[in-house]
């Protein structure tokens, strides 16, 4: 089985595809593990990524492309996947049917976790990370004290830049720009599963599980 998932800054995609991953038994591929992976094989194509990111710039659409074909060569891709983060624009899902075309992919499952983009600026701005374990904790879960209810470090919690109500916006409006196009563009291709990412994680995980099988 072979999944591509997506969905705003904050709906969940990383936390459902580490349990699709799990209940499938099949791997879960970021954009992150891509980059790290092809960086750590020592590549020619992790070499030039490593040389862009440490400069601070963005990996371009064709490098990135061939990080992800990269990856699925190296794997038994046939056992099936879950792509997440990959493709971000209309120009890379165009290199990712390409791609999907070389290794004969002709039947991929989507995965859309659709959330009102209020929902997401709320539950984004209402996170907190813990500078001790790094863990990501509800506003609601921490006391008084802001002591981290993972490792109990206390006065610990902080937000992110990236978490800031502006930064947020900033994020959703790309992706309403960028990303959500490539909806449309796969509508008429393949079928596609929209699932409701407002309700809890097991309940997602569900709805999610049944379209699956």
């Given amino acids: 089985m072979q999944i591509i998932i997506f969905g705003g800054p904050g709906v969940g995609k990383g936390t459902q595809a580490k349990i699709i991953s799990k209940n499938f038994n099949i791997k879960h591929i970021s954009t992150g593990d891509i980059l790290r992976e092809s960086i750590s094989r020592g590549t020619e194509l992790g070499l030039a990524a490593k040389e862009i990111v440490e400069g601070g710039n963005?990996?371009?659409?064709?490098?990135?492309?061939?990080?992800?074909?990269?990856?699925?060569?190296?794997?038994?891709?046939?056992?099936?996947?879950?792509l997440d983060g990959f493709p971000r624009t209309i120009a890379q899902a165009i290199l990712l049917d390409g791609i999907f075309e070389e290794l004969g992919i002709d039947n991929p499952y989507?995965?859309?976790?659709?959330?009102?983009?209020?929902?997401?600026?709320?539950?984004?701005?209402?996170?907190?990370?813990?500078?001790?374990c790094c863990t990501i904790i509800k506003l609601s879960?921490?006391?008084?004290?802001?002591?981290?209810?993972?490792?109990?470090?206390k006065d610990s919690c902080i937000k992110r830049e990236d978490d800031k109500d502006e930064v947020v916006r900033k994020r959703l409006k790309i992706y309403e720009e960028?990303?959500?196009?490539?909806?449309?563009?796969?509508?008429?291709?393949?079928?596609?599963?929209?699932?409701?990412?407002?309700?809890?994680?097991?309940?997602?995980?569900e709805n999610i599980l049944?379209?699956?099988?």
């Fill in 58 to 82: 963005l990996v371009s659409d064709d490098l990135m492309s061939g990080l992800v074909k990269e990856t699925l060569s190296n794997m038994d891709y046939q056992k099936g996947f879950i």
């Fill in 178 to 205: 960028t990303t959500f196009p490539i909806i449309d563009y796969y509508k008429e291709k393949y079928q596609l599963n929209i699932i409701n990412g407002t309700d809890d994680v097991d309940k997602v995980a």
């Fill in 141 to 153: 879960d921490l006391d008084e004290s802001n002591t981290c209810p993972n490792c109990g470090a």
């Fill in 110 to 132: 989507f995965v859309i976790l659709n959330a009102d983009a209020e929902i997401l600026v709320e539950r984004l701005t209402s996170r907190r990370l813990c500078t001790k």
């Fill in 210 to 213: 049944k379209v699956l099988s």
